[in-house]
């Protein structure tokens, strides 16, 4: 069993044969008889999958497959639709996906040329994703010469509403060299910075918005204690 | 166009097109979306300052005491660019200017019978009319703040008027709108507007601002009187260092070791929030229990939070928060099931 990922009130996980699955919540506890598996028959997955709430009963849930190719299903009140992304393969990392607003979902995940990312733009109507962009890859000038692994966070979150969808957008690099660094989206622009300097983390980092345009990113540092950095 | 000196910071707004005539459904047309930005580099002017502090001393005579940005004295400035772009698929229409009060320019503008205007403030629908740059501005269209790095606010901010028109095409897009009389004020699709720094009231007063880290906090169409296709890309944010006479900027992080006994190495901690100005972060700890450091505040508190007795985690918690004061952390634990813990109350 993988790490389950979770949303409002289901998780899921990738099982050690590959299957994905489901358990739904309701109300802070767990539905008997819930659990079932999602994904479809010829699929296999690996890692950690990555969910965006959208609303009640819809959400989007990203997954690396074992073939390293990242697959999007739309889990509502449809049948499994899984989709390979157009073109986003080769991931060296499990997917990220991030919604800066009611409208967009960023996918980002690591390749072997830098961070890559898709843009899955959601129908007004049905609120279903079907059109992406081609993989971008987020400029590797001014950033990390080699990243290790990823996070990323948008503004705004379940308990900051008002603050949901004003596009600010960054994504978290643990470099090789395990300082830590930050590519911050600006219009359709990214700009690296680096946020603490080598020899810093000493595992993952996680990101969290606490506040309207206040961010954490938290880590094992080196010494085995919990590193914060706060951005704003 | 009678501005001078641009440069910006870029905000964005998003609306939908209206059109006279015709009875179609307005959602049908396409959308204007207007986002913002400060203190970007301009292409077009690389070698200007982006973002300065300055001081100037004002008297009452001075249009910009009229103007309410500034009063009789002398102050520390804080002068930086602003952009709002039309990222929509429709042109982000204001309405037609009207007949201008006086004439001239910026600093310099007259009335009839050669006086200086004297007329600033006076309103005409959503205009009013601004003697610092002798044109109509759009009222209390933008607004701009300072914020510690607590999130609390150092100034009231300035509700900015603001003349909007087309001013760089940044996707190649020509030029349309404009702020003299006869023509409409609006920002075409693919153009943006920029105030640059240098331009009288764009700035905040900063005296006895403490030298420090701050996040300017920058809002177009603040009052959403002009329709949009979304207004949730309106607000961008740029953090600088005040020094003295001294502005810098891309100072994005800040190090707030916290203290907690020691992870495994390598531990991977998961963190969520469930309400401002609270942190969450589990890991699971050298003996298999999950860790939870609590921090709310500011403060941190840590508690070890074990599942079922007996049963240990075997595997990186997730977290999530449904709901205000609700978190809930799951992970596998070592018989392999999904085991789940919810805190309620925040606490």
């Not at chain 1, 190719?69 to 639709?81: F, G, K, R, T």
């Not at chain 1, 979902?105 to 040329?113: P, W």
């Not at chain 1, 000038?141 to 957008?169: C, E, K, R, W, Y």
């Not at chain 2, 309400?275 to 508190?301: E, T, Y």
Request: hydrophobic share 40%; charged share 10%.
């Amino acid at each position: 069993m993988a790490l389950p990922a979770t949303n409002a009130t289901s998780a899921f996980w990738v099982a050690s044969d590959g299957t994905l699955w489901e358990v739904d919540g309701l109300n802070g506890s767990w539905v008997p008889g819930t659990t079932q598996q999602i994904s479809a028959a010829g699929l296999a997955f690996k890692g950690v999958p990555s969910v965006v709430g959208f609303r009640s009963n819809q959400w989007d849930i990203f997954v690396r497959s074992t073939g390293n190719a990242v697959y999007h299903d739309d889990i509502s009140n449809v049948p499994v639709n899984w989709q390979a992304i157009p073109s986003a393969t080769g991931a060296t990392s499990d997917p990220i996906a991030v919604s800066p607003d009611i409208s967009t979902i960023y996918v980002f995940y690591l390749t072997s040329a830098g961070v890559r990312y898709v843009v899955g733009t959601r129908n007004t109507v049905n609120g279903l994703v079907r059109t992406y962009t081609a993989p971008a890859l987020v400029p590797t000038t001014g950033g990390p010469a080699s990243i290790t692994s990823i996070a990323a966070i948008a503004n705004g979150h379940v308990q900051l509403p008002s603050a949901i969808g004003n596009q600010l957008l960054y994504v978290f690099a643990r470099a090789a060299d395990n300082g830590i660094w930050m590519a911050a989206l600006n219009g359709s622009s990214w700009t690296w910075s680096q946020i603490a300097p080598a020899g810093t983390a000493g595992g993952p980092l996680a990101g969290v918005t606490w506040a309207d345009q206040h961010f954490d990113v938290f880590y094992a540092n080196s010494s085995n204690k919990l590193g914060r950095i706060t951005l704003f | 166009m009678n501005r001078i000196l641009r440069i910006g910071w870029l905000v964005g707004i998003s609306v939908w097109g209206f059109a006279a005539g015709g009875g179609r459904d307005a959602r049908a047309l396409p959308g204007a979306d207007v986002v913002t930005a400060v203190a970007l580099q301009r292409p077009y002017a690389p070698t200007l300052p982006t973002i300065y502090v300055d001081s100037r001393m004002f008297t009452a005579s001075s249009p910009e005491v009229a103007e309410g940005c500034a009063t009789v004295g002398t102050h520390k400035l804080l002068h930086f660019d602003f952009a709002t772009r039309n990222v929509g698929d429709g042109d982000f229409i204001i309405g037609a200017v009207p007949a201008p009060l006086c004439t001239g320019g910026i600093g310099a503008c007259f009335d009839s019978l050669g006086n200086a205007c004297n007329k600033a403030g006076t309103q005409n629908g959503f205009f009013v009319w601004s003697d610092a740059h002798c044109h109509w501005h759009t009222q209390d269209f933008n607004n701009f703040a300072l914020y510690r790095s607590d999130n609390t606010r150092v100034n009231t901010g300035v509700k900015q008027a603001f003349c909007v028109e087309d001013w760089w095409g940044w996707s190649g897009a020509g030029l349309r709108y404009e702020c003299s009389q006869g023509n409409q004020e609006g920002i075409s699709v693919g153009v943006e507007d920029i105030y640059e720094a240098g331009l009288s009231c764009q700035w905040l007063i900063v005296d006895n601002v403490p030298d420090g880290t701050y996040r300017l906090v920058a809002t177009t169409n603040v009052q959403h009187r002009f329709f949009e296709e979304r207004y949730a890309n309106n607000t961008t944010s740029y953090t600088l260092t005040l020094s003295g006479s001294t502005v810098t900027t891309g100072s994005p992080g800040v190090f707030s070791p916290v203290s907690t006994s020691s992870l495994p190495a390598g531990a991977t901690v998961a963190a969520a929030s469930w309400g401002p100005n609270h942190d969450d972060i589990f890991w699971v700890g050298s003996n298999n229990q999950l860790v939870r450091v609590a921090r709310d505040n500011g403060s941190n508190s840590q508690s070890s939070v074990p599942l079922i007795p007996g049963t240990t985690a075997a595997t990186a918690p997730a977290l999530i928060s449904i709901a205000p004061s609700e978190l809930e952390v799951l992970t596998r634990g070592a018989d392999s099931k999904l085991w789940f813990n919810r805190f309620s109350g925040g606490g």
